[in-house]
């Protein structure tokens, strides 16, 4: 068996290793999330970053739940393999941005230290849509979620991440430290603005001379990610460890493609990003919306329909003619409700989504898509459908989507296998009974905080789900979606 990476020496031709001396650069970013999307994605801009222009920006990656991921890391000098999948074949890399990695259940007083430390100028964030406890009809918080109840309960021992922060915040300012910076990295529109606001009212309850600091001198700029980064599997550790020699527990495979827009509002400084691509703007929300309706959206639809069809990932989604022609559909219906940004053609953004999506060297299962729906709908389906009814436009795609959404919600495929919904409104979701088409619809459309007025208020809305939701409780999701193909 081979060794286990701990160092860049050793490793096979071919792999690229960090373009600079680790150890020449300390930590300036405290990355709170330690999945696969932050190790194939900041962590990597960040690598480029120091390469191209050095700078004390290395990061201290931070686990809320688990432990095993700063395990991996820490038993690996930080550092991992990325894979970056492509039809033109696999490229491994070693990145050297994590300067360490801390897991909050067992290390939580050195990451609160790491939060009020001098040289943490950034705090960036990828905790999952879920992860932050907003209340999305209110922006504040949501008390019963249960991170913020417990940092309401123990505001001086915070585990979640509004608790971590405002705690953070108002010990720099008791020592006299500027604030970080704030950058949410999650799939959430304006999520800058999201993330302050849930902040401010946090700090509302829990330290209320806070809140004009963090209204005031606290930076949240807004950014638009992009990279499909499947989650690891034992084929993933192989792959690695046939590329490089090493063993390596903590590596991660994604694709070629990447993409981060940023606005530029970092007042205490940021690495040089631009050096591994990052787009600087000054409003990223054209983007955000592009990206969320486009990619997302469509990946959610083909997440249920497809999971519901038999099709495990999205590359055999796209091999199934039917649904391939409705994810194409559904990019354009989303593009059609989308202002103009200049410089971006949506019809060619789309054509490259479809190629991403085909990539026959990536498994991105339709199970780990079709997760958290309730917190993915809004932004993905529900949005651009409200802006599509009030356009008067074509309100089909948005339809069979949220149809396949609620399809799904009834937690059993056609042959009555089971899976787990894996949402964490999943209680309310969930239906013991056989529902018919129309009390099924009219239980979730009437969900609290979920569907839009104006969605909920239309007829002609309840009618375009609630005929194909019909189609697919009748007549299975497969015969629907070969329905909805040959009508569209
Ligand atoms: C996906 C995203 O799992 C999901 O919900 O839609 O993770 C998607 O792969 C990324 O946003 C791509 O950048």
Redesign the pocket.
Known sequence: MSARLTSIDGLKPGVVLPGYDRDAHGAGIVHIGLGA?HKAHQAVYTDDALAARGGDWRIIGVSLRSTAPAEDLTAQDDLYTLLERSVDGTVPRVIGALHYALSMQTNATAVRAALCAEETKIVTLTVTEKGYGIDRTTGGIDRAHPAIAADLAAPEAPQGVAGLLVRALGRRRAKGLAPFTVLCCD?LPENGKMVRSLLIDHARHVAPELVEHIATEVAFPSSM?????PAQTPDTLKLAEDLTGFRDAAAVETEAFR?WVIEDHFPQGRPAWEAGGAIFVSDVSPYEEM?LRM??GA??ML?YSGFLSGHGYVRDVMRDPALAALVGRHMRAAAATLKPLPGADFESYAEALLSRFENPHLA?ETY??A??GTE?LPQ?ILGPAVAALSAGSDLSAFAFATAAWMRYTLGRKDDGTPYALRDPRETELTDTGTPTATALADRLLALPGLFPAPLRDSTAWREAVTTRLDRMMTLGMRAAVEAEAGAA
Do not use: G
Request: proline share 0%; glycine share 0%; aromatic share 4%.
């Open positions: 999307f799939n990610v992009d990279r499909i980064t993409q990206k990619l997302n990946h959610s997440a991105h780990q898509i997760m958290d993915k993905r």
